[in-house]
């Protein structure tokens, strides 16, 4: 069993910077995907950004050119740069963990608050 844990959440103005972290209790390296998701109020949970074991990253199109994905897989952490924020960001980050393959697995840490305030 994988936990991850996100920090970094918060309230910030339109316009301003956030960075969240998501430590996972073992390595992140096996996975074939890590990344973060986010569920605002009243909608479904969706994709914010990913990277991948080949170190391709995918971000929303609402997201591309503010947000910036990064892992760390000597110290286990997977980062979310946020920049350029929009009240329209406001919303539970939830990091994730995917291994694909035969016995695909999926993990989630508890989420983590971001609001923007206009």
């Known amino acids: 069993q994988v936990q991850l844990v996100e920090s970094g959440g918060g309230l910030v103005q339109a316009g301003g910077s956030l960075r969240l972290s998501c430590a996972a209790s073992g390595t992140i390296f096996r996975f074939n995907a890590v990344g973060w998701y986010r569920q605002a109020p009243g909608k479904q949970r969706e994709l914010v950004a990913r990277?991948?074991?080949?170190?391709?990253?995918n971000y929303a199109d609402s997201v591309k050119g503010r947000f910036t994905i990064s892992r760390d897989n000597a110290k286990n952490t997977v980062s979310l740069q946020m920049d350029s924020l929009e009240p329209e960001d406001t919303a539970v980050y939830y990091c994730?963990?995917?291994?694909?393959?035969?016995?695909?697995?999926?993990?989630w840490g508890q989420g983590t608050q971001v609001t923007v305030s206009s």
């Open positions: 990277s991948t074991r080949g170190d391709s990253t």
């Open positions: 994730n963990a995917e291994s694909w393959g035969l016995r695909p697995v999926t993990y």
